[in-house]
């Protein structure tokens, strides 16, 4: 309304002093105006919008940033009082400032659990390099690997007892507990330096592997003369000469040492059709 009122007070006083080329111009000017009011008020809806965005972020973002609860550093007690297993948030400083996400099983012999490698159904390939087993690899909710450098930040933070829950293509479980497991850096290119005491009905088939230096397809640090242990055993581990358990073998292979292999449980040529491996903070 009021740009057409212009206009016409423009063509009014146009119309006394200016010819019809003034006129035409005056018009360009008018619908010029209405294309950059149309166009101011578009961007003061996007401004409005992106503002909410803004307050919306920032409320979900605040009550982390202004905890006064620390993150925790583990299962134990990113769980404490709950009773369901599920993906949770965790901190370990000696690891990283940042906070990392990782599989809690809250089940299993009092939960408190961190899952470090779980295998299920063989959708994740485990026949990897040195780089992923560093890092960690798969899916949070399936198989997965949590990595060696985090491993490495728990199981020296503080001291971590560890689980190792297994179950044969028939149905039967078993399990073995170790009373203290550690790793050592990728300096010592993480060495299985302890696992303590075993326990449990599965037999140990770790202790074997203790002192071992971790080997993948790409980087051998097994003690054997005649073989890669990694690629001779499609896997990666703490080889020896080469083992007595492989729970990052291929799975479902069959074939001598190739398979998920837990010696004393299932032996050499038996694939196990699921393997959990687990820590928790030693309390006693």
Same mark, same amino acid.
């Given at each position: ?16 002093? @200016? ?11 008018? +619908? ?33 940033? +202004? ?17 369901? %297993? ?31 490698? #779980? ?12 780089? =992923?087993?560093? +890092? ?22 503080? @001291? ?21 497991? #550690? ?15 075993? %326990? ?10 203790? &002192? ?14 005649? #073989? ?12 020896? &000469? ?10 479902? =292979? ?31």
């Amino acid at each position: 309304m009021l740009l057409g009122i212009l206009f016409s007070l423009l063509i009014l006083r146009a119309s006394g002093s @200016q010819d019809a080329r003034q006129v035409c111009s005056l018009y360009t000017i008018c +619908n010029n105006i209405e294309s950059i009011g149309s166009q101011v008020f578009s961007i003061r809806l996007e401004q409005e919008r992106q503002a909410n965005l803004l307050e919306d972020l920032n409320n979900k973002i605040d009550p982390f940033l +202004n905890r006064d609860d620390p993150w925790p550093s583990n299962c134990y007690e990113a769980l404490r009082g709950s009773q369901n %297993s599920s993906i949770r948030t965790i901190l370990v400083p000696e690891y990283s400032d940042n906070s990392f996400e990782v599989a809690c099983d809250q089940f299993r012999m009092g939960g408190g659990w961190t899952i470090i490698l #779980r295998r299920t159904d063989g959708s994740e390939n485990f026949y990897r390099e040195w780089n =992923d087993y560093k +890092n960690g690899f798969g899916n949070l909710s399936n198989e997965y690997f949590l990595g060696l450098d985090k491993l490495h930040a728990i199981t020296n933070y503080q @001291q971590q007892e560890l689980l190792v829950v297994m179950e044969t293509p028939k149905g039967q479980q078993a399990y073995e507990l170790y009373s203290n497991f #550690r790793i050592g850096s990728e300096s010592s290119d993480y060495t299985l330096e302890a696992v303590g005491t075993p %326990s449990g009905d599965a037999g140990d088939s770790l202790t074997y592997q203790l &002192g071992m230096k971790f080997s993948t397809k790409d980087r051998k640090n097994d003690i054997d003369l005649n #073989r890669h242990c990694a690629q001779s055993f499609t896997g990666a581990w703490w080889y020896r &000469g080469c083992h007595h358990s492989n729970l990052a073998g291929k799975y479902g =292979d069959n074939t001598f040492g190739k398979g998920l292999n837990w010696k004393s449980f299932t032996g050499h040529e038996s694939s196990l059709r699921r393997a959990t491996m687990m820590i928790r903070p030693k309390t006693n």
